[in-house]
């Protein structure tokens, strides 16, 4: 193939990992943001949406976007609902301590993984995209659900900015996430805040898992990727910035799939994660983040 | 042991037992019925402790469900038939996590703690080459069924075998000349990064030439890849097969993204079954697979010239005629590999029988017992098909199945011979100390 | 860490050197074998602790130290032939140096940066032992033979595949990481590096240099991570890329935060406590994860601080 349709197919590639990461990180960004905590689980977080949307999409009969659409809306709030358990069970008795939280997220990673392991199995299972479509070019064919899963991500984009930048929430949350302390004065309920920012954070990882299960299976192991880029993503962009989150994303996305045009796949993720990294050094705040005050 | 003495006895009574076993079993593959074969005085000695290190959690937690299962099925059939030398054989399973480091803590467990007579079952290769290393410090013997060239390699010491399943490299050599000769002439690889597919990739060439077939390209895709079609243009235009040998979870997202690609227009495809273990060939998106060719070890689907050990196997292991668990038709076995786990407790049960194995004392003669067997005969105890052992480097060569997907199905349309897999071997662990 | 009279911490960590030794001829041949396991993990997590518990700098990349040392003594061994001695100094020194180049690039940054950047550090090298599987055996890894892991010392030779020998050894290395931190926390570095944790910026004004004090924390650090892969490697036999995988890094995070974070006997806890609660919760079920992490969960609930850190907060408060 020639180098332009080559090119063309990374850039689709590198843009649908940038739509699903840019959702997931989104999440991981929220609750670090706001919250100042590390959540180890936020990647199990994304595997359980994968593996309920499997679950919804089976128990379902008729055509398969019927499935897709109920686990669409029923497994990121039953994983908002866990989330939200989570948190109140152990997080806030835990005061939010950054080292506790990790140790904590990191039980809550294994106890979910084992459950997914006992009650779905160890097999990757896929789950019936809602349309089956291909969009023939020239040089090759592409998959018209991959398109719409970027068109979904930038849409679910959107209205979380309005959100966080246009609603009383967003304001609320905004402020505690800006002063813990004044918000607590000023009368905000930091808890309740902190348990709807966690729950919410962990419901976009879900969405952006029953986005993607249609092109890769649900798997119990799935989550860790999602949780690492989704890190090196939040931080990249700078924390908090709604902005550079998704910036970063794409580079990340496009930087994957692009530079493995030019070298060896392995050779590939070697020298971006290298360049990705050289640029944290020289620019510890990220490409957005203001310096800390 | 605590009855040494009274065992010797024991064991010369079941010798004659084994002799009329084995005419029984020739004859009719009968042997596997529950209670045909039933000795009292078998009872009478402690179990053999068989420790069976299995994927139960990680990334090897399908293949692991089903090694158990067939496992549990051999070790069933043999107790059945009055077990090794008239004793019982016991399972004792622990989890390795399908981590290396694991592995050897539980080869360890298993010779300290359990005090296990063998360590057997391991799939994955990393966790056997982790796991090797304790098997011969402790003086174990550690049967893997793991199809890996690592064993044959003579890379790892005296007390590793591999007797049940054929190694990658004598597969790959011997799907070589039906390739060239039905697929095509001009190959490209896709394989994963890492040890699994750098077997393919180290072999398969020369392998081809040998035949006046050629590789054009190799394409290594890295093992946390999670999408392929940016790797699709790489793919020569003029390429007539795509062999392809990718594993893990991702295996269904990179034939959908192939069909996505190619449309009705592709190229020949030849792939190792490994990639589709445990998944159902009829999920969706994979209809692109049909008319496709697979390597299988031992086919996933009942085929009509089955033999009877072949049916008997799959009876007692419970997998119906289109490979999945009887009763459950989503739950699809690893039917290509597991089989090698049943083989492999009949060749140890072989060794163990000729060694006169009282106890772990006899752990070196058990060794020498195993590197002494020449050949195993097509039947109850080994259904996938005949095999050579050679004992130098512990390693079997049989038979493999080339399967073509047709109407939601495998179908075997080549098996290839024994001798087409041989290879000169690279080493000799005879001459390591025991 | 108040008035401690040196005598009495000496007293205790020798004590628990003492009990270690004494271990090796009572516990049962499996136990014998799993604290040579956990006492050459444990002088990794010491090492993560140096950094992480004293100067407070979370790093995700340890398992580049680790590996360092573990495929510098293996790969030494593997392929030159090297003895055991030199493979280990040579583990050691490939630590150190990495420590070096990653310590001055990523101590520029601080905080969550500084996680990110030593995890995404740690993922190249990671990514080059697969690249360069030609000498690194890759994710299989390789086996270094029995034969290869003899200590000749003029007449007389060690056999580390020997049970006792490996305690020995596995011991003889953990006191002297332990004894080695003790004194570096007690000594004004030490003192430094918790000040530098305490406020940075203050001790900078009072005229300390805290790059250089915290850039030869990460060396050290660094060093006595590689050197227990390194002894690992020549313990056990094995070397392999999943050493070096992102899991590697969150270990001894885990097990300095079970034992308590800036104690000196927390990293021994909490990975004897892992390696225990794992290996008996999976004798009795398949689902042990689930036990795991919700051991981890109640521990963290009702021991915040790890478990010595608790210890020390509620009841000994001159523990070092």
Redesign the interface.
């Known amino acids: ?1 020639h180098f332009g ?2 090119l063309l ?2 850039a ?3 843009l ?2 940038s739509a699903v990461l840019a959702l997931t990180a989104l999440g991981l960004s929220l609750v ?1 943001g706001v919250m100042r905590i ?1 959540n ?1 689980a936020h990647g199990e977080f994304f595997m359980l949406g994968a593996v309920l949307a499997w679950a919804i999409s089976t128990a379902i009969s008729g055509h ?1 976007a019927i499935g897709f659409v109920a686990a669409l809306v029923i497994a990121p709030l039953l994983v908002g609902l866990v989330a939200f358990l989570a948190e109140w069970l ?1 997080l806030r ?2 005061n939010y ?1 950054p ?2 939280t ?3 997220t ?6 979910i ?3 997914a ?2 009650f779905y ?6 789950v ?2 809602p349309f089956n479509y ?1 969009i ?1 070019l020239p040089w ?4 018209g659900y991959k398109l719409s899963v970027i068109a979904a991500s930038a849409v679910l984009l959107v209205i979380t900015w309005l959100v966080l930048t246009r609603t009383k929430i967003g304001l609320i949350m905004r402020a505690t996430q800006y002063d813990r302390e004044t918000a607590q004065a000023f009368g905000i309920p930091v808890e309740r805040v902190y348990a709807g920012v966690f729950a919410i954070g962990a419901m976009l990882a879900a969405i952006a898992a029953v986005l993607i299960v249609p ?3 649900a ?4 989550g ?2 999602p949780l ?1 880029l989704s ?2 993503v939040v ?2 962009g700078g ?1 908090g910035s709604l902005r550079g989150t998704v910036v970063a994303a794409i580079l990340i996305g496009l930087s994957d ?1 692009i530079v ?2 030019f070298f ?4 590939a ?2 020298i971006a ?2 360049v ?3 640029v ?3 620019r ?3 490409l957005f983040g203001t310096t ?1 005050r | 042991m605590a009855d040494k003495n009274g065992f010797f006895d024991l064991s010369k009574s079941t010798l004659s037992r084994r002799t009329a076993l084995r005419g029984i079993a020739a004859g009719a593959g009968l042997a596997l019925a529950p209670g045909f074969v039933r000795y009292s005085q078998a009872q009478s000695s402690a179990p053999i402790k068989i420790g069976f290190q299995s994927h139960r959690t990680g990334i090897g937690a399908a293949y692991g469900r089903w090694y158990e299962k067939t496992s549990a099925a051999a070790v069933k059939a043999i107790n059945d038939a009055g077990g090794i030398g008239g004793r019982k054989v016991e399972l004792v399973i622990e989890d390795d996590g399908t981590d290396p480091a694991r592995g050897a803590e539980v080869v360890g467990k298993f010779a300290k703690q359990h005090k296990t007579d063998i360590v057997f079952g391991t799939l994955f290769s990393h966790v056997v080459i982790g796991s090797a290393p304790a098997a011969g410090e402790n003086k174990i013997p550690y049967f893997v069924v793991s199809e890996g060239h690592h064993v044959a390699s003579t890379k790892l010491n005296r007390y590793v075998f591999q007797p049940g399943i054929t190694d990658v490299k004598s597969q790959i050599q011997s799907m070589a000349p039906w390739i060239a000769a039905n697929a095509g002439k001009k190959v490209t690889q896709i394989f994963p990064d890492f040890a699994f597919g750098y077997d393919h990739r180290d072999y398969l060439p020369a392998a081809l030439k040998a035949q006046g077939a050629e590789v054009i390209a190799q394409i290594a895709i890295p093992p946390t890849e999670s999408s392929f079609t940016k790797y699709f243009p790489q793919i020569p235009a003029e390429t007539e097969v795509i062999y392809h040998v990718m594993v893990g979870p991702a295996v269904l997202t990179f034939v959908k993204e192939l069909g996505e690609f190619y449309g009705s227009q592709r190229p020949q495809l030849f792939g190792f079954i490994d990639s589709l273990e445990a998944v159902d060939i009829n999920s969706p998106g994979l209809e692109f697979l049909d008319g496709s060719h697979f390597w299988e070890g031992s086919p996933r689907y009942a085929q009509p010239d089955d033999s009877a050990a072949q049916k008997a196997y799959r009876a007692a292991v419970g997998i119906d005629d289109n490979g999945a668990a009887v009763g459950d038709p989503k739950d699809v076995s690893t039917a290509a590999h597991m089989f090698g786990c049943w083989e492999t407790l009949y060749v140890v049960k072989k060794a163990m029988e000729d060694a006169g194995y009282k106890g772990p004392e006899d752990r070196a003669k058990l060794v020498e017992a195993t590197e002494a067997l020449k050949e195993f005969a097509e039947g109850p105890e080994h259904p996938q098909g005949p095999k050579t052992f050679n004992g130098k480097i512990h390693q079997c060569f049989g038979i493999q199945n080339i399967s073509k997907v047709e109407g939601g199905k495998l179908k075997v349309v080549h098996k290839t011979k024994i001798e087409d897999g041989l290879y000169e071997p690279e080493g000799d662990y005879t001459t390591q100390a025991l | 860490m108040k008035d401690a009279s040196p005598a009495k911490t000496y007293a205790l960590h020798l004590g628990v050197i003492a009990l270690l030794f004494a271990l090796n001829f009572v516990l049962p041949d499996y136990h014998q074998g799993l604290f040579a396991r956990i006492m050459a993990l444990a002088v990794f997590a010491m090492g993560y602790n140096l950094l992480f518990g004293y100067v407070g700098l979370l790093s995700l990349g340890h398992a580049m130290f680790f590996s360092a040392g573990l495929y510098g003594a293996g790969l030494t061994v593997y392929h030159l032939g090297w003895g055991v001695p030199e493979a280990f100094v040579a583990g050691v020194a490939c630590g150190a140096l990495f420590a070096l180049a990653i310590g001055l690039l990523a101590l520029r940054t601080s905080g969550v940066a500084f996680m990110i950047v030593t995890m995404m550090f740690a993922q190249v090298f990671y990514l080059l032992i697969l690249y360069f599987a030609a000498w690194t055996g890759g994710d299989q890894g390789l086996v270094i033979q029995q034969s290869s892991r003899i200590i000749t010392i003029g007449g007389a030779s060690l056999d580390l595949t020997n049970p006792t020998v490996r305690y020995m050894s596995a011991l003889a290395l953990f006191s002297v990481v332990l004894l080695i931190t003790l004194a570096v926390v007690r000594s004004r570095f030490g003192r430094v590096l918790v000040a530098i944790r305490e406020n940075e910026e203050r001790t900078k004004m009072l005229g300390y240099d805290t790059v250089a004090n915290k850039l030869a924390a990460v060396i050290a650090s660094g060093a006595i991570c590689a050197a227990s892969g390194a002894a690992y490697a020549l313990l056990f036999g094995y070397i392999g890329s999943s050493f070096a995988s992102v899991q590697y890094s969150i270990l001894p995070l885990l097990w300095v935060l079970l034992g308590g974070a800036a104690t000196i006997l927390g990293p021994l806890i909490g990975t004897l406590f892992m390696y225990y609660v794992t290996d008996i919760t999976s004798g009795f079920t398949s689902a042990y994860l689930l036990i795991v992490g919700v051991a981890l969960i109640l521990l963290v609930l009702f021991f915040p601080k790890g478990v010595l850190g608790s210890v020390r907060q509620r009841w000994l408060g001159w523990l070092p």
């Not at chain 1, 990191?106 to 106890?111: K, P």
């Not at chain 1, 199995?121 to 896929?126: F, L, N, S």
């Open positions: 193939m349709p080559h197919l990374a689709l590639e590198g649908v990992t670090f590390v180890v398969p152990v008795r835990l301590n080292e506790g990790i140790v904590a990191i039980g809550m990673l294994y106890i993984q084992q459950l392991l006992t199995g160890p097999e990757a299972r896929p019936e995209p291909r023939l090759f064919g592409y998959s092109i890769s299976q798997h119990y192991l799935m860790q990727d690492l890190f090196i931080i990249i924390l799939g493995s045009v060896s796949p392995t050779l993720k070697i994660t290298l990705v990294a050289m944290l050094v020289f510890p705040q990220g800390p």
